[in-house]
């Protein structure tokens, strides 16, 4: 049974489990390092979607992020995928509304804003 009331007993719990500093520190580090290279967000029923230049060097930069994203948020689903002929890498976090209001509130200030090119944000 859920703890809180506005909470179905279906929905994932979205409280974050993050413990210590140290992997708060890495999870910051990550994430900044990662999203700063985003050139594409879309918006998916059930999540967003980021997209990267190229699979290298995001694809193992984007691994390092979902590991660290699994050890304190276990609710996310998480999805790459490699364009053909060495195109775009897309992560794609997904789950419920809930989620994607976390996500946003999560990489404001980090990723950008759907619709929005990197390029504007400078």
């Not at 990550?30 to 990267?52: Q, S």
């Not at 691994?63 to 060495?86: G, S, W």
Request: hydrophobic share 45%; glycine share 6%; charged share 25%.
């Amino acid at each position: 049974m859920s703890d809180h009331p506005d909470q179905s007993i279906d929905e994932p719990c979205l409280a974050c489990t993050l413990l210590g500093d140290e992997l708060a520190a890495r999870k910051e580090a990550v994430g900044r390092d990662l999203f700063a290279h985003v050139d594409h967000v879309e918006e998916l029923p059930d999540g967003y979607a980021y997209r990267f230049p190229t699979a290298e060097p995001w694809a193992a930069k984007a691994l390092d992020f979902i590991a660290v994203e699994r050890e304190c948020c276990p609710f996310f689903t998480f999805e790459l995928v490699f364009e053909p002929d060495d195109g775009p890498l897309w992560l794609r976090l997904r789950g419920s509304e809930a989620i994607k209001a976390f996500v946003l509130a999560e990489l404001d200030g980090i990723a950008p804003p759907v619709g929005v090119s990197p390029a504007a944000r400078t």
